[in-house]
């Protein structure tokens, strides 16, 4: 059973930064792409980062695009998710998530990552 635990969620101004980190159980975890999802109040989940197993190779949504860089760890089984220049649309509950096939491209849907973490606040002031 993969288990998926995010933190560094806060409360930060407009324009500051947040680190998020996920941490991942399990032996297989350089095996699978990882994403970073979120949720805003009465929005559906949204994609908003994902890197390959290899780290190689990353997507971003573009509404983050040049703001946020998302990065791991293999040997340490830790993906990261760096938020500089943040904006107060930028609240959200962010997830963390796993691959649901191991697969060489990345995808962007929700609906092909099938493990998930409990989800980090992150709350941007205006």
């Known amino acids: 059973q993969v288990q998926l635990v995010e933190s560094g969620g806060g409360l930060v101004q407009a324009g500051g930064s947040l680190r998020l980190s996920c941490e991942a159980s399990?032996?297989?975890?350089?095996?699978?792409?990882m994403a970073w999802f979120r949720q805003a109040p009465g929005n559906e989940r949204e994609f908003v980062a994902a890197?390959?197993?290899?780290?190689?190779?990353?997507k971003y949504a573009d509404l983050v695009k040049g703001r946020f860089t998302i990065s791991r760890d293999n040997a340490r089984n830790m993906v990261y998710l760096q938020m500089n220049s943040l904006k107060p649309e930028d609240t959200a509950v962010y997830y963390c998530?796993?691959?649901?096939?191991?697969?060489?491209?990345?995808?962007?849907?929700?609906?092909?990552?099938?493990?998930w973490g409990q989800g980090t606040q992150v709350t941007v002031s205006s």
């Open positions: 998530a796993r691959a649901a096939e191991i697969m060489d491209g990345i995808r962007l849907s929700s609906s092909e990552y099938n493990y």
């Open positions: 399990g032996r297989t975890f350089g095996n699978y792409n």
């Open positions: 890197i390959s197993w290899s780290g190689a190779w990353t």
